[in-house]
């Protein structure tokens, strides 16, 4: 299916996986442009598999893809991606399911796809923002951001951000097999490697929002992941 694919990873989103894919595929229905939203389900004991097995049953712009256990956002994220290039798609977007990113932004990035190969959704550039993070969470993502931008000197604001739209190209060309982070690192080290390759990466600003139900997945370890893999990313580079 040519068109944009809207990749959902979830790990028990029992609580917002329905009305997130409700909200969203107006959403994507009025870019005119073909469109499925993949659901990539780690086994979440919650019964999120299951909501998303009755969606897909309901709506045709569905489909789900299971996998047995919990491996991370980055497996997930590249088992959707392989789908969706094997499928034909010439836009593949990144979004939580836990209302961060809000659907209503969804039109916005794709548009600016048509003049970018990769359209972060930024935090961190003018009109951009977080609502209701505490301060400690507000230090993280900025110090992590600011890190990460010196140490690998590139000139993108929010590299760690998770919502994302990808021209097929990108993905064609940075060796997805190669890539190893999660977390955090997972999305520095997709934007860095499609930086390094001479793409074009455009930001627009998002507001982005405390999750709407359910439990964070963010340990300490996929920070400190994240920390440590960013030198080695710049030395790999
Ligand atoms: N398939 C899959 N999805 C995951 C995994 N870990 C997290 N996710 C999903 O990835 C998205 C982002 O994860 P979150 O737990 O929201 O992590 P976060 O957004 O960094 O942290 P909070 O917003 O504080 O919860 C959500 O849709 C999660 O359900 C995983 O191991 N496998
Ligand atoms: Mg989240």
Redesign the pocket.
Same mark, same amino acid.
């Given at each position: 299916m040519p068109g944009v694919w809207l990749i959902?990873?979830? #790990?028990?989103?029992a609580d917002?996986l329905e009305a997130l894919v409700r909200a969203v595929l107006p959403q994507l229905e009025g870019t005119g442009l073909a469109h499925t939203v993949l659901v990539? +389900? +780690?086994g979440?004991p919650d019964g999120?598999g299951e909501i998303a097995d009755r969606l897909a049953a309901d709506l045709s712009p569905v489909r789900v893809l299971h996998?047995a256990r919990?491996?991370?956002?980055g @497996?997930?994220y590249l088992a959707g991606f392989e789908l969706a290039l094997d499928a034909g798609a010439d836009l593949v977007m990144e979004?939580?399911? +836990?209302f961060?990113h809000d659907p209503r932004d969804v039109p916005r990035l794709i548009a600016a796809a048509g003049a970018a190969d990769l359209v972060l959704g930024s935090r961190y550039v003018p009109g951009g923002g977080v609502e209701n993070w505490g301060l400690r969470?507000r230090l993280l993502s900025r110090g992590g951001c600011a890190y990460a931008r010196v140490l690998l000197g590139v000139p993108v604001r929010d590299l760690t951000g998770?919502f994302k739209c990808f021209n097929r190209r990108v993905l064609e060309a940075i060796d997805l097999a190669d890539v190893r982070a +999660?977390? #955090?690192a997972f999305q520095i080290e997709l934007t860095y490697r499609a930086v390094r390759a001479g793409f074009r990466v455009a930001e627009v600003p998002i507001l982005f929002r405390? @999750?709407r139900d359910?439990?964070?997945?963010?340990t300490a370890r996929?920070t400190l992941e994240a920390v440590w893999k960013v030198p080695t990313l710049r030395l790999r580079g």
């Open positions: 959902l990873p979830t #790990y028990n989103e917002n990539v +389900d +780690d979440s999120t996998r919990k491996q991370g956002l @497996r997930a979004m939580d399911a +836990d961060s969470r998770g +999660d977390g #955090y405390e @999750r359910g439990a964070s997945k963010m996929v």
